[in-house]
């Protein structure tokens, strides 16, 4: 006999890691619902909101196609066409980079940040949920996300996340430590993403 259903309510109601899978569904739902309402105001799709915030926060080295298909976790292609319609829409340029002209980065213009700023504020919502939890739960669940997405990382399900988990600098020693800092850190100081981010070595 098979693997039962994780979706059926009978397993579910015996299965701790089936009720977690459930519940972890419904909040990807609430992303999707949040994404899919803002998206209809502006005339856009999720993934251009997506990538909006993403230009509208991060470096200049990270805002290529490449890099935002990684953060993602899709293909190249979909995030091109993505960058391909927000272009036609005078959102964004893209500007030949001085040590490749093969490759290119991603910018926005002023009508595209102005939009960014608009759109980013879908997970709003959620968020101030969230800031009704008290700070030692905030930071047990944070923990216990990082830990998750570290597996799905290392069982190659996700591609790797730039959070202290996976970081060069993160050990453990007697808890979260950071040899960049160097320091021990709290649960809360743990980061998703890093500017001093550097894979392993």
């Known amino acids: 006999m098979g693997r039962k259903s994780t979706f059926g309510p009978e397993q579910q109601a015996t299965n701790t890691s089936s009720k977690i899978v459930a519940a972890l569904e419904r909040l990807s739902e609430v992303f ?4 899919w309402d803002n998206a209809k105001q502006h005339g856009i799709s999720p993934i251009q909101i997506q990538v909006l915030t993403f230009l509208l926060h991060y470096p200049e080295e990270q805002r290529t196609i490449t890099f935002l298909a990684a953060h993602f976790n899709m293909t190249k292609a979909t995030i091109s066409d993505a960058v391909k319609s927000l272009e036609a829409k005078n959102y964004l340029i893209r500007k030949v980079t ?15 940040k102005a939009l960014a700023k608009k759109v980013e504020c879908f997970a709003y919502p959620l968020q101030n949920t ?3 939890t008290c700070s030692k739960e905030q930071s047990a669940l944070l923990e216990h996300l990082l830990q998750l997405i570290f597996k799905l990382n290392r069982e190659g399900i996700i591609t790797p996340q730039r959070m202290c988990l996976n970081c060069h600098f993160y050990t453990q020693k007697g808890g979260h ?3 960049l800092v160097p320091c021990k850190l709290k ?3 743990l980061r998703v993403d890093c500017p001093e981010f550097q894979f392993p070595q």
């Open 130 to 132: 969230l800031s009704l």
């Open 98 to 112: 001085a040590t490749d002209t093969r490759s290119h980065t991603l910018h926005l213009i002023k009508a595209g």
């Open 177 to 179: 430590y950071c040899n």
């Open 32 to 35: 999707r619902v949040l994404l």
């Open 187 to 189: 649960a809360a100081d």
